[in-house]
């Protein structure tokens, strides 16, 4: 709908009425064919096949014990569509904003478009109030835009994000998972999610202990994912001949750091070594 | 029979103009100066909270003077007119001429439909990769627009002090030397809206001062708010 104000060029009264601080309910107002969730498709087919899935995301605290210093989220690099890889590259985390991260999985298109519009409304709340929002209430947007996914969600088209931040008013990590009704659960500790989590659930609850320092909880989350690969069809380990490493990002109280490839490739090469000869399962004393 | 009086465009457009110019003089000034690193925004404002220079979108900013909810109004217009266009497009297609373009047109309309004309006065500014890409559009309430380069000047006696800025300003000059240059300028302007001869400038402290820059060297977000210790060392004449 174009009136013909917009036409001359001037800014369309929806942009210049006071009101929400919130990008995604001024998109709803002023241009809801954008929401990712709002799109028709036409039903019959279920989505599943036909369109990349990401798959394993983990998360683990670190520091503490009593309040975590700080968070470390990860993700494999495949997506895959039916039986085929769609993708060896994939990144499936994010910074959400200085102090937040998000990874999703699910399908791999509307969770990359969801994760881009959920930057946005942080930024664009940031920018209209002068603040950051509270690590509480962006937890409860990205709640709110997966219920908004829930129709695409029953054809089969399901974002799944895990998300995990600094709360500065708390002065602790925090991690929260959602399901597709847009549901909000914090999680203690770790957590993971994607078809992978079951087998990275059990790595995480061996490997994981309070009080790891950062360098030590971006091993375990490596660890984790590679047991999660190797068992899960749907997960990619690290990949050694073309050196494809998982996106690995730590969020303490200096904000969001993505880890260097350079350093997860000891990572991966330490792991591989502990593994090779006989004890593939990684056996610990 | 009533006999409908005629006011000629000239009159109706000359009273809607001193209407908007008195309203915009009576505010505190703000001053836009470009140096080496960027672009930086100064103004005399007590308030941590109201602001009259803020962040638009990546390299984008904004500054105003006049009527606080006017202008406030439009930078939130301003930012919905960027988040929008970035979405839908992407981040590198959001301008600050597209933007400079909005707010004209939007203004213009105003001014000529409304019975009141919008009391603000806008600069738009983009830091580009170098000083010679760096744009600055000022705005008046009319919707006139103007390719400024350098520095601008809007507010109560922008006159004279666009004239001292034009005195103190050089091309290539350092943040520090350009806000001490922009500090000195709004001190001119005495209590009583007077401007006061050079040298006998107010002194205003760090806190009565909102200061941003837009640093070319930042990966994304160019903006940021220069406060307390920082922004004193700046003007006690530490270099960055």
Redesign the interface.
């Given at each position: 709908m174009t009136t013909a104000?917009e036409a001359?060029?001037?800014?369309p009264d929806a942009?210049?009425r006071?009101g929400s601080s919130s990008?995604v309910e001024?998109?709803a107002d002023?241009?809801p064919d954008?929401l990712p969730g709002r799109r028709p498709t036409p039903g019959g087919a279920p989505g599943a096949d036909l369109a990349p899935h990401a798959t394993t995301i983990v998360a683990l605290t670190f520091g503490g014990p009593g309040a975590p210093r700080g968070v470390v989220l990860a993700g494999d690099r495949r997506a895959t569509m039916g039986h085929l890889i769609a993708s060896r590259e994939i990144e499936k985390v994010f910074p959400a904003d200085e102090f937040s991260a998000v990874g999703i999985a699910g399908s791999a298109g509307i969770a990359v478009e969801m994760v881009?519009?959920f930057q946005?409304e942080l930024?664009?709340y940031e920018?209209?109030e002068?603040s950051l929002l509270s690590l509480d209430g962006k937890a409860n947007r990205l709640s709110t835009m997966i219920r908004g996914n829930l129709p695409l969600a029953m054809q089969g088209l399901a974002v799944v994000p895990l998300f995990a931040g600094y709360d500065l008013d708390r002065g602790t990590g925090r991690l929260f998972s959602f399901d597709v009704t847009g549901g909000r659960y914090e999680e203690h500790d770790h957590h993971s999610v994607g078809s992978g989590s079951v087998f990275a659930r059990g790595a995480l609850k061996k490997l994981w202990r309070p009080g790891l320092d950062a360098a030590d909880a971006v091993a375990v989350a490596v660890e984790a994912l590679y047991d999660a690969a190797d068992d899960d069809s749907a997960t990619g380990g690290p990949d050694t001949v073309r050196r494809i490493w998982p996106v690995v990002a730590t969020v303490d109280v200096e904000g969001y750091q993505r880890v260097a490839d350079d350093d997860l490739a000891v990572v991966v090469e330490r792991i591989v070594a502990d593994r090779r000869g006989g004890d593939a399962g990684g056996v610990r004393a | 029979m009533s006999m409908p009086f005629y006011v000629s465009p000239e009159q109706l457009m000359k009273d809607r103009a001193d209407f908007a110019r008195k309203g915009i003089a009576r505010g505190r000034s703000v001053v836009v100066l470009a140096h080496d690193d960027g672009i930086a925004f100064a103004t005399e404002n007590p308030s941590r909270a109201l602001h009259k220079i803020s962040e638009i979108y990546d390299r984008i900013a904004f500054a105003a003077v006049g009527k606080y909810n006017e202008f406030e109004n439009l930078r939130v217009a301003g930012v919905r007119y960027a988040d929008l266009r970035g979405y839908s497009y992407d981040r590198a297609d959001v301008t600050a001429r597209g933007l400079a373009n909005a707010y004209a047109q939007t203004l213009g309309t105003v001014f000529t439909t409304e019975s009141k004309p919008l009391e603000v006065e806008l600069v738009v500014a983009e830091v580009g990769a170098s000083p010679a890409e760096d744009q600055v559009y000022r705005l008046s309430y009319d919707g006139s627009v103007a390719d400024e380069h350098g520095f601008v000047v809007m507010g109560g006696q922008a006159e004279h002090l666009t004239a001292r800025v034009r005195d103190g300003w050089s091309e290539g000059m350092g943040l520090a030397e350009a806000l001490r240059l922009a500090v000195r300028t709004l001190g001119a302007v005495s209590a009583d809206g007077t401007v006061v001869p050079a040298g006998e400038e107010r002194d205003i402290p760090a806190a009565g001062l909102e200061v941003a820059v837009l640093d070319r060297r930042r990966p994304r977000r160019a903006f940021r708010r220069l406060q307390g210790e920082a922004l004193a060392g700046l003007l006690a004449g530490d270099e960055n």
């Open positions: 104000a001359a060029g001037r800014l942009f210049l006071p990008f001024f998109l002023h241009a954008l881009r519009l946005l930024e664009h920018k209209i002068g | -």
